[in-house]
């Protein structure tokens, strides 16, 4: 069936470093959603891409769609404590059905 | 508005009760659905309805049942809980009657179960 390859699993980074979550589709999406789950907390909706090649930005946050719609990436750039959680994307198929992620946890190093 | 309502927050089970998570939107949503998070694994969906008197399988629904009676209501049935059914449980809904191209997914803030 089809599916999302998230990786990393988990991202360690010290406090101002950057940090990359990458997607990978076996097929190509209709569009992809991107969520953050805080830890304890519930996935809330980040943003969604629909067009090929598509940039988003949301402040320090970078949202690419691959321009065979089959890829994307969330870039955060010099991290805050208000950062971590998890990241989830999730790609719709042409049925309009979600596939998810697995998610990268994104942690700070004291 | 309160959004998506699911209770109980917590539970505990032994193996081959049942019970029923409740899950209740008051945003006139069409579409909810009941996903399962397991460490790793990410979001897996379990069952979900696109309206009221309809429902229908998402990846994972063997042990769990459901039914819609009303817009606001997605009760989710364990009927002989197993220790492989300990998970943490999200319902969700969104506005259109099917999952549409342009809809985010609203979230509850989710139920911990655990099945002993």
């Known amino acids: 069936g089809q599916q999302v390859m998230q990786i990393p699993q988990y991202q360690h980074v010290q406090e101002g470093e950057d940090f990359t979550t990458y997607c990978n589709s076996s097929?190509?999406?209709?569009?992809i959603q991107w969520y953050k789950q805080r830890p304890g907390g519930h996935p809330v909706f980040l943003i969604q891409?629909?067009?090929s090649g598509e940039v988003k930005k949301q402040k320090r946050l970078t949202f690419q769609f691959g321009e065979a719609k089959k890829n994307s990436s969330l870039h955060i750039t010099a991290t805050q404590t208000t950062d971590v959680g998890t990241y989830f994307c999730?790609?719709?198929?042409?049925?309009?059905?979600?596939?998810w992620g697995a998610g990268t946890k994104l942690i700070i190093k004291p | 508005n309160a959004g998506v309502t699911q209770t109980p927050k917590f539970q505990v089970l032994k193996t081959g009760q049942s019970m029923t998570l409740q899950c209740a939107q008051d945003?006139?949503?069409?579409?909810m659905s009941w996903y399962r998070q397991d460490p790793g694994m990410g979001l897996r969906l379990i069952h979900y309805?696109?309206?009221?008197?309809?429902?229908d399988q998402g990846e994972v629904p063997n042990g769990y049942n459901v039914s819609r009676s009303t817009t606001e209501d997605f009760p989710l049935r364990l009927l002989s809980a197993a220790p492989s059914q300990t998970s943490v449980y999200f319902c969700?809904?969104?506005?259109?009657?099917?999952?549409?191209?342009?809809?985010?997914?609203?979230f509850g803030s989710g139920t911990q179960l655990s099945v002993l």
């Open positions: 891409l629909v067009k």
């Open positions: 999730a790609g719709r198929d042409s049925n309009y059905q979600l596939i």
């Open positions: 097929t190509t999406l209709s569009n």
């Open positions: 309805s696109v309206g009221a008197g309809i429902t």
């Open positions: 945003m006139n949503h069409e579409y």
């Open positions: 969700a809904s969104n506005p259109g009657r099917v999952p549409a191209a342009n809809e985010k997914l609203f």
